[in-house]
């Protein structure tokens, strides 16, 4: 019959000598043998007690359970049915806290500040580098680019999601209003322009309707502006324009 030293034992099955004296001396695992010089010696049979005490301590049981479970009497196919079914229930646990772990981390991500990344990602052309620094360079110094830089330094990917949306509903009723025929003075197309003002007044920085007239001759006059808005629908950006200057007049005339 073979045997193997506690050294062997050790090296075998990954455990420490130490570990092994510990479960000799408290009754879970006593070697069947002993040497002519006194040292320990295991047989298969009790590899196949050890094999048995690994799997249940990885699966956290405490020592003296395990012992109990060893020396119950059950076969070798029952402790099998029984692991398994502990591992199958620590399984489902596991995937509920990785669950839990991943909505902690996406409520977490969605709290950061978006990075250009995620911007260019979401707007596209509208913020490459060469835009971004250009705009910087020209406004950089004004109250409303510093009012702007103020206001979405903490928005996160969420936070530019719903201005993309809010953005996006804006172009819609205008594209609406021109291809309805509309005209660009019609309480359509001005109510679509009030609510183009008030979403850059909301998201990013204070706009009076005069200075709205100013962004409206810039939509025409930038060939980058118009070209956002025609590729929408040919001639929205001069639409757009005069849209603006109607809505500025309509408030101003009001009071």
């Given at each position: ?114 990075t250009p990344e ?69 309480e359509v197309a ?31 006059s930038d060939p ?32």
């Open positions: 019959m073979a045997t193997w030293t506690v050294g062997q034992v050790a090296d075998l099955f990954g455990v420490t000598v130490r570990t092994l004296h510990h479960y000799d001396e408290i009754g879970l695992l006593v070697p069947s043998e002993r040497s002519r010089a006194g040292y320990r010696l295991y047989t298969d049979e009790d590899l196949q007690r050890l094999q048995q005490v690994v799997v249940y301590r990885r699966l956290e049981l405490p020592l003296d359970e395990i012992a109990t479970l060893l020396d119950g009497g059950e076969g070798a196919a029952e402790h099998l049915r029984r692991q398994r079914a502990t591992v199958m229930s620590r399984l489902d646990e596991l995937h509920e806290l990785v669950v839990a772990i991943d909505r902690a981390l996406e409520r977490e991500m969605s709290n950061q500040p978006a995620d911007l260019k990602e979401l707007f596209g052309d509208g913020f490459r580098d060469e835009y971004q620094q250009e705009a910087q360079e020209r406004w950089g110094e004004t109250d409303a680019w510093k009012q702007s830089a103020s206001r979405t330094k903490g928005y996160a990917l969420a936070d530019w999601e719903q201005v993309k949306a809010e953005m996006d509903a804006v172009n819609a009723a205008f594209v609406a209003g021109l291809t309805s025929g509309q005209p660009a003075t019609s001005m109510d679509a322009a009030e609510r183009h003002r008030r979403h850059i007044q909301d998201r990013f920085y204070d706009l009076s309707h005069d200075f709205h007239r100013g962004l409206a001759d810039m939509y025409v980058r502006f118009a070209k956002t808005y025609d590729d929408l629908a040919p001639g929205l950006a001069a639409y757009v324009h005069d849209a603006i200057h109607a809505n500025a007049d309509r408030h101003s005339a009001g009071g």
